[in-house]
Nanobody, 121 residues
Framework: QVQLVESGGGLVQAGGSLRLSCVASGRTFNSLGMGWFRQAPGKEREFVAAISRTGGTIYAASVMGRFTISRDNAKSTVYLQMNRLKPEDTAVYYC???????????????WGQGTQVTVSS
């Protein structure tokens, strides 16, 4: 089993920044790939970013150049640095874990509880 605990969500004005964190436990962290997804009311859960066990990254086109995913293996933590936020970024953000990473939510076996990000205009 893998447990994921998220933090860092909140309310921010358009153009501002937030950093989300997700701490993993229950399995050796460096054996896991990590992803971030988001879901707004009435919409499907969508891919945001992912980082592999070896540090390779992939991003959704809508966030590329604004968001950065990173990991700190010593702290068993994955981060999502979000800059130049837009109102359309408003959603519940979830972290997810699996041995490999993809852009499909259904692939991931483990999920965090979600944290709300609200961007005002």
């Amino acid at each position: 089993q893998v447990q994921l605990v998220e933090s860092g969500g909140g309310l921010v004005q358009a153009g501002g920044s937030l950093r989300l964190s997700c701490v993993a436990s229950g399995r050796t962290f460096n054996s896991l790939g990590m992803g971030w997804f988001r879901q707004a009311p009435g919409k499907e859960r969508e891919f945001v970013a992912a980082i592999s066990r070896t540090g390779g990254t992939i991003y959704a086109a809508s966030v590329m150049g604004r968001f950065t995913i990173s990991r700190d293996n010593a702290k068993s933590t994955v981060y999502l640095q979000m800059n130049r936020l837009k109102p359309e970024d408003t959603a519940v953000y979830y972290c997810a874990a699996d041995v490999v990473v993809t852009r499909e939510a259904g692939h991931y076996d483990y999920w965090g509880q979600g944290t709300q990000v609200t961007v005002s205009s």
